[in-house]
């Protein structure tokens, strides 16, 4: 039996006004006094709009004043490890797992207005009544002390949300029912955003193509480290694969002639070793010092990404 494979359906409506209940705002009465405390309305919050008498839509509301550049309610990875990806696999299951997203663009929403909301998913009356429900939502937004960073929400409920959910309190502080409200802000925490989909899976296409399955992977691994910490400028990702390219080939070449800073090793063993030559790639394309501030966290990431490789690289 051939099992058909449904589109996701996106839909988007616009004005939506909060009109749910938060904290004390139940109460009609409240003494203009002062000390009453403030009621909270969110940044952003679920609400359902029913389809029929058993099926409800569930729609992310965009509850500020700004326009978001986009809207993700799938996981966002940072690396293969957090996409169940490998080094080394070369299984067309694996490569899928390399491209991030694949099954996901379809519920990307870009340019979502102020008080707009996008349809994320649906609930069914009786099939879902005793399911556990769960949603994971990333969005760019600015933070209590930052002007940018990517908000993580990770929603579960049994049977459905209800009339309103709310994600985000306008104080920043995340309600009470909540799994989790994460702000990410640090480059070690932050995900590759979908915007670079296309373009990253150009560029494994192309690494594929001049290197083969095996090695692309590693490549790509790297040059997601490069991108996501901005290793010596903020290059658009498909501009910093020459530099990844450069590095993993001295990475794997380490053992057959030596690297200045790191000689007479058979193999690379520590972060320092892998900033000398992160450095002296960069120092070689551009002006010397180029990357001299790369962060310590991300040259701990590409070793690891090296150990692996060196660990599979007799599966090749």
Known sequence: MTIAKHSFEQNRIDDVQWSGVSRLSSLPSLPNDGKSPPLKTPLFYLTSVSINDYEDDIYFINNTDQTLSFVAPFKLYRNLNDANAKLGDVSGGNLKKVRFYSDDMERLYTDVLPNQGVRIGSTHIIYDSDELMQWFIHVPFEGLDTHYAIWRFNVL????????????????SKPSHMVSSDCLTEKVDMPIEPSVYEERCWVLDRLIESLGVADAIFVLAINDVLYRYCVGWSAPYNESDIQAKDIARKLQEIKHKGFDGVKDVDEVKDVEAVKKIVQAVYDFWFNEGFAKNISIKACAEILDLYQAWMANKNTF
Do not use: M, N, R, S
Request: aromatic content about 18%.
């Open 157 to 172: 409920e049994k049977g459905g949300i209800g009339q309103t959910y709310p994600l985000l309190w306008d104080d920043f």
